[in-house]
């Protein structure tokens, strides 16, 4: 029928008289089967409620009292075990934590984090109030082997937070180390100029393409590594003057020229921070500064870029 909600209609014909039609729609027949569900769970809970205080009461008014203190004392013994292992498994886990915190400040250390705490006794504050006496609480067996479980999961969370720190270690200290060999800033403070790319070189005046940066600096300025490496040369290098060159990762290579005193030799390591050289204005150049390149696999690059 038009304009009706889609669903079903029961027709009663009876033997005399005329038929009569009921229209169900769809959603009201849902309501029913929720209802109807709802109903069935609740049933279910009631049962089984009823089952357990029937049994409970069954087990209360059956036996007599030597029975009742005995199946007290089994009880009490039981708790008594169970608290045993529960206080056995927390001071298991307060012997892992103290490594826990240490690799937690490691960590941070390391990626340069915001200090944060573990703080132990947090973890035990209920715990631990719980398993002494007078707390208030209704103290059954039931009770305590929820206890338990909520012990155990603690100390599964424990073991999960020592692995996720083990392995973030060993990726920080990776990190770190790979941080080290990346080049950062600049050799010396100063304006740079020229820049990185075309320019007309200031001595032969013809259109030269820059394969670094020129850094002002004061003639004897202490010239530092932009990261950790290996000298692979340091020597004369013809227009360069006094040159070092750096290999850090990756096919990674720093220079620095126009130097007026080398303090590393080829084979050397060196830190970041570290001094490699004086500033001068050997080879070919105008004035005291220091012409700095980054290389990949041979190729000059912008320092801009690190």
Same mark, same amino acid.
């Given at each position: 029928m038009?304009?009706?909600e889609k669903?079903?209609?029961? $027709?009663?014909?009876?033997?005399r008289?005329?038929s009569?039609s009921?229209h169900?729609s769809?959603?009201?027949?849902?309501?029913?089967?929720?209802a109807?569900?709802?109903?069935?769970? *609740?049933?279910?809970r009631?049962a089984?409620?009823?089952?357990f205080?029937?049994?409970?009461?069954?087990?209360?008014?059956s036996? %007599? $009292? /030597? /029975?009742?203190q005995?199946i007290m004392?089994?009880?009490?013994?039981s708790i008594?075990?169970?608290t045993t292992k529960?206080k056995? %498994?927390?001071?298991?886990?307060?012997? #892992?934590l103290p490594y826990?915190q240490s690799?937690?400040?490691?960590v941070r250390?390391?990626?340069g984090?915001e #200090?944060? /705490?573990? $703080?132990?006794?947090?973890?035990?504050k209920?715990?631990? #109030?719980?398993?002494g006496?007078? !707390?208030?609480?209704d *103290?059954s067996l039931?009770?305590?082997?929820s206890l338990?479980?909520?012990?155990n #999961?603690?100390?599964?969370?424990v073991?999960?937070?020592r692995?996720d720190?083990e392995?973030g270690?060993?990726?920080?200290?990776?990190?770190k180390?790979?941080?080290a060999? !990346?080049p950062?800033?600049?050799?010396?403070p100063?304006?740079?100029?020229?820049?990185?790319?075309w320019r007309i070189?200031p001595?032969?005046?013809?259109?030269d393409f820059h394969t670094g940066v020129?850094?002002t600096a004061?003639?004897?300025?202490?010239?530092? @590594?932009? @990261?950790?490496g290996v000298?692979?040369?340091?020597?004369w290098?013809?227009?360069y003057g006094?040159?070092?060159?750096i290999?850090?990762r990756d096919?990674i290579?720093?220079?620095y020229a126009?130097?007026?005193?080398?303090?590393v030799?080829?084979?050397?390591r060196v830190?970041?921070?570290q001094?490699?050289?004086?500033?001068g204005? !050997?080879?070919t150049a !105008?004035?005291?500064h220091v012409?700095?390149?980054?290389?990949?696999d041979?190729?000059?690059?912008?320092p801009?870029?690190?």
């Amino acid at each position: 029928m038009a304009g009706k909600e889609k669903g079903f209609s029961v $027709i009663y014909i009876p033997e005399r008289g005329s038929s009569r039609s009921i229209h169900i729609s769809k959603s009201f027949l849902y309501l029913i089967l929720i209802a109807l569900f709802a109903f069935s769970i *609740f049933i279910f809970r009631f049962a089984s409620s009823f089952a357990f205080y029937k049994a409970e009461y069954v087990k209360v008014t059956s036996f %007599s $009292i /030597e /029975e009742k203190q005995q199946i007290m004392a089994d009880e009490l013994y039981s708790i008594e075990g169970e608290t045993t292992k529960i206080k056995e %498994s927390i001071y298991k886990i307060k012997e #892992k934590l103290p490594y826990i915190q240490s690799l937690n400040k490691e960590v941070r250390n390391t990626l340069g984090l915001e #200090k944060k /705490e573990l $703080i132990v006794d947090n973890y035990f504050k209920n715990s631990e #109030k719980d398993l002494g006496y007078f !707390t208030g609480v209704d *103290f059954s067996l039931p009770y305590v082997l929820s206890l338990k479980e909520e012990v155990n #999961k603690l100390d599964y969370l424990v073991e999960q937070r020592r692995r996720d720190l083990e392995i973030g270690k060993a990726s920080a200290d990776d990190y770190k180390e790979l941080d080290a060999k !990346t080049p950062r800033g600049y050799p010396v403070p100063g304006p740079i100029s020229p820049g990185f790319g075309w320019r007309i070189h200031p001595i032969f005046r013809i259109p030269d393409f820059h394969t670094g940066v020129d850094i002002t600096a004061s003639y004897g300025y202490p010239v530092k @590594a932009v @990261a950790d490496g290996v000298v692979n040369e340091a020597g004369w290098s013809g227009g360069y003057g006094y040159t070092v060159k750096i290999y850090h990762r990756d096919g990674i290579e720093t220079l620095y020229a126009h130097c007026s005193k080398l303090n590393v030799k080829v084979g050397d390591r060196v830190k970041r921070g570290q001094i490699i050289a004086k500033a001068g204005a !050997t080879g070919t150049a !105008t004035h005291s500064h220091v012409h700095f390149e980054i290389r990949k696999d041979g190729k000059a690059i912008d320092p801009e870029t690190f």
